[in-house]
């Protein structure tokens, strides 16, 4: 008998895969934080389509505001259906919807508090617009020197 033909059932979630993935969405935001940190955000490059991801975001949501993200907007059933439109647009980017921690305040670092779970195409929309409106331009004074205390321990 095929896999795919049994009862759905017969499996169950694997605990080990969701603990994986929360490792690997840390890992991500923490290493694009020491990047905000490190280097001009301006500069700061996320995928070889950053052009293309900004011009259609801010064509679909031209008055989001990026400093400060409602978690109810981006989940809410109308901000849904658009940020699905959006995400169709890049289903051919690897990992577009894998999913991603983004900082709901652009001024803060990651903790659980400021943290909101999103799909890659949105984190990528967001911190793109982050960078090139100057969202993120206060990370790296505010946060560099605590970044060497980390290193340091």
């Known amino acids: ?13 694997d605990g080990t895969v969701e603990e994986l993935w929360a490792v690997q969405a840390v890992d991500h935001a923490e290493v694009h934080f020491n990047l905000l940190c490190s280097v001009d955000p301006r ?6 389509y950053d052009e293309e991801l900004y011009d259609q975001f801010r064509r679909m949501f031209p008055d989001m ?12 059933p109308e901000g849904k259906t658009k940020w699905r439109t959006y995400m169709a647009k890049f ?14 305040n ?11 779970l999103v799909v890659r195409a949105q984190f990528w929309a967001i911190e ?16 560099r020197g605590s970044l060497k205390n980390k290193e340091d321990e």
């Open 1 to 13: 008998m095929d896999v795919l033909s049994r009862p759905a059932e017969e499996f169950t979630n």
């Open 43 to 48: 500069w700061l490059r996320l995928t070889p």
């Open 91 to 104: 289903s051919r980017l690897d990992d577009y919807s894998v999913g991603t921690l983004l900082r709901a």
């Open 128 to 143: 793109i617009a982050r960078n090139r409106e100057g969202a993120n331009d206060c990370i790296r004074d505010k946060f």
């Open 106 to 116: 652009a001024e803060e670092e990651f903790r659980p508090e400021n943290a909101i």
């Open 65 to 76: 505001n990026v400093r400060v993200i409602d978690e109810n907007d981006l989940k809410s």
